[in-house]
């Protein structure tokens, strides 16, 4: 079997229990911010309302070093495992309030909020486990392999979340994403994994605060991981917001399609993203990450301008695709860069800050927010796209020291 082969980091025992608990929380996740969305769209009518649900989701955001410290000394798998349990939590207690009759909104926004403080750091842990646990020769094709639950979740679980919706209403709708969480969380209990970093008895251990800030400083004086932060910090606020938290938008009142057509839209983006996770996962170590990061981010707006331009639902999907293929072949390279050259010690409190450029979506939203209704969604997505081709070009010449030379530590392979 070929070493960047699709298959083989199913080889580590860990990696077989944790792609599986990913791929459960990962569909939960999708099937809840599909249902929610369209209750919030349908229910208000505010594409206002709608970006400030889509927004609260990412609040957490602003703590992600904390969270990456806290897998940093406590370990990965601990802290997943604690985050899980707050998932299944949170989705008993909704599912009750629908049998009840108490669901409204605002609980709708409450929700998004209290999830929001720890969901964003989800993704951080789960690509530091994987670090921590696959062998450096396999940890690109890792990568890829595991990209493709969240990308996966985005095609099965949002039609499976509109089609619960519509068949079977929003309470049964929610029982099966608490027991998604659940076994999720069930899975992750059994990854093997190391338990924090060791401290030495009779030893002060730095300030939980002191450590989060050497994270911090050490991003900010490594050109090619600021370089990647920005980037992030840019996608999250010009192009995510287009394929994400506007598309009940994009359905309802562009395209005047429902929730199945909705999750059509979802799972075209996510149909792509999943091809680009298994072409990055199969070209493994042959790929230079840096690089690819940029290219693959100038693909990616250029297909999102042509999608937000297209008429009709059709055309628009298949743009969709593009640009979800063009997204996996660019934050999948980028993750794994991070991880590489951060090491061991700093790798959580790296991804943790990473996690921290996902604020730049909250932002876009609100700001798209304000924008569409008084210039239309045309004109919007397709500024932001605009701007977005610039700054990442940009990005590229003000770093290319750092992200272009085949030589460069951000290229090793």
């Known amino acids: 079997m ?5 298959l083989t980091p199913f080889e580590v025992r860990s990696f077989r229990f944790q792609w599986p608990a990913d791929l459960l929380t990962s569909w939960a996740i999708e099937m809840e911010i599909l249902i929610l969305g369209w209750y919030i769209i349908v229910e208000t009518g505010s594409v206002m309302l709608l970006t400030v649900f889509g927004s609260l989701q990412y609040l957490g955001t602003l703590i992600a070093p904390l969270f990456g410290m806290a897998g940093d000394r406590f370990g990965h798998r601990t802290v997943l495992c604690a985050m899980r349990a707050g998932y299944t939590i949170l989705a008993v207690a909704v599912s009750i309030l629908i049998a009840t009759g108490g669901m409204t909104p605002m609980v709708v926004l409450i929700v998004a909020a209290i999830s929001g403080l720890v969901r964003p750091s989800d993704l951080a842990m789960r690509n530091a486990l994987v670090a921590e646990t696959m062998p450096p020769d396999r940890l690109m094709a890792a990568m890829g392999v595991a990209r493709t639950t969240s990308d996966s979740a985005r095609i099965i679980g949002s039609l499976a979340g509109a089609t619960l919706l519509a068949m079977l209403g929003m309470g049964i709708s929610y029982v099966a994403i608490a027991l998604f969480y659940a076994g999720g969380m069930a899975l992750t209990t059994a990854v093997t994994a190391s338990r924090g970093q060791p401290h030495t008895a009779g030893t002060p251990r730095p ?18 991981v600021l370089a990647a932060m920005w980037l992030a910090f840019l996608v999250n606020m010009t192009a995510f917001p287009m394929t994400s938290g506007l598309l009940p938008y994009v359905a309802k009142e562009v395209y005047g399609i429902g929730q199945t057509g909705l999750g059509t839209l979802v799972a075209s983006f996510a149909t792509g993203a999943l091809l680009g996770s298994i072409a990055t996962s199969l070209a493994g170590r042959s790929l230079r990450p840096a690089r690819m990061m940029i290219v693959f981010a100038v693909a990616w707006y250029a297909a999102v301008l042509v999608f937000v331009n297209v008429p009709g639902p059709n055309a628009g999907r298949v743009m969709l695709v593009a640009a979800g293929f063009a997204q996996s072949l660019s934050m999948v390279p980028m993750a794994v860069m991070l991880l590489q050259v951060a090491g061991p010690k700093l790798r959580g409190r790296v991804m943790g800050v990473r996690m921290l450029a996902i604020y730049g979506l909250p932002v876009g939203l609100l700001g798209a927010g304000v924008l569409i209704p008084l210039v239309g969604f045309t ?3 397709s500024a932001y796209c605009i ?3 610039a700054a990442t070009l940009a990005i590229a010449l003000y770093w290319r020291q750092a992200v272009w030379p085949k030589d460069a530590p951000a290229n090793s392979r």
């Open 2 to 6: 070929a070493r960047s082969s699709l």
């Open 207 to 224: 300030g939980f605060l002191r450590e989060v800030r050497e994270g911090m400083v050490y991003v900010w004086h490594t050109p090619c």
């Open 379 to 381: 004109a919007t997505a």
């Open 387 to 389: 701007f977005g081709l």
